[in-house]
């Protein structure tokens, strides 16, 4: 368990490295390209200001120049968080004592359970029992 668990921790830091390398490239080559020197006209204020202040123009020029390393560190990115949950989730089976497979059993238990005491209160009342056990639940 502590291998797989070394794995989850380890896979979610070369993510997270890689959303920084793929942040810092993209800076790198907006600063040699001389983005920060960019200005455009703001109507509202009457003047120019520089482009790197306005959010939504600043992610529609990186997107344009720079689809493929955005792209790339978008998926690190959320790739970087899918495995920092279920490295979450993992620590806490672990403190809980169980495993994933006994969860998945306990569950569909708690399921079968559910229903046969929603079919003996139907039961109960006089309605038409609806047999739970027909379903495919393993």
């Not at 390398?21 to 006209?41: P, W």
């Not at 992610?59 to 978008?74: C, K, N, R, S």
């Not at 279920?86 to 708690?110: D, H, P, V």
Request: aromatic fraction near 14%.
């Amino acid at each position: 368990m502590r291998t797989f668990l070394g794995f989850l921790l380890a896979n979610g830091v070369v993510c997270l490295y890689g959303v920084i390398l793929s942040t810092a490239a993209v800076a790198g080559s907006m600063k040699r390209r001389g983005f920060f020197n960019v200005y455009i006209y703001d109507t509202q204020l009457q003047y120019r200001v520089p482009l790197y202040t306005r959010p939504a123009r600043l992610a529609e020029w990186v997107l344009v120049y720079y689809p493929i390393p955005v792209a790339v560190g978008m998926f690190m990115a959320v790739a970087g968080l899918l495995m920092l949950a279920f490295f979450l989730y993992q620590a806490y089976m672990i403190s809980e004592g169980r495993t994933t497979y006994e969860t998945y059993k306990r569950n569909q238990l708690y399921k079968r359970l559910r229903a046969a005491a929603a079919a003996q209160q139907q039961q109960q009342q006089g309605g038409p029992v609806i047999d739970g056990s027909s379903s495919s639940m393993g």
